[in-house]
């Protein structure tokens, strides 16, 4: 393999900032697992609720409504 000298020389172009954003992941699950707020994120919207939850009372209303958005689907 021959190199010319007329040719500029090849560059190697390394893309070091995917290491910042694995340190920031990293830093994130970790206050997550001691159960801090990561540092710059916003409050948590309200969860949802659980299996355990109230449902609204039964009405005809409800039915079809519930009915619709699953006919739409």
Do not use: C, H
Not at 10 to 22: A, F, G, L, R, T
Not at 46 to 63: E, I, K, R, Y
Request: charged share 25%.
């Amino acid at each position: 393999m021959s190199t010319d000298p007329n040719q500029p020389e090849k560059k190697i172009i390394i893309d070091e900032d995917w290491k910042s954003q694995v340190q920031a992941e990293k830093e994130a699950a970790r206050q997550a697992e001691a159960g801090e707020k990561p540092a710059g994120e916003k409050p948590a919207a309200q969860p949802s609720p659980g299996p355990g939850a109230s449902l609204p009372p039964p009405d005809l209303t409800f039915l079809i409504g519930t009915l619709y958005l699953q006919g739409a689907m």
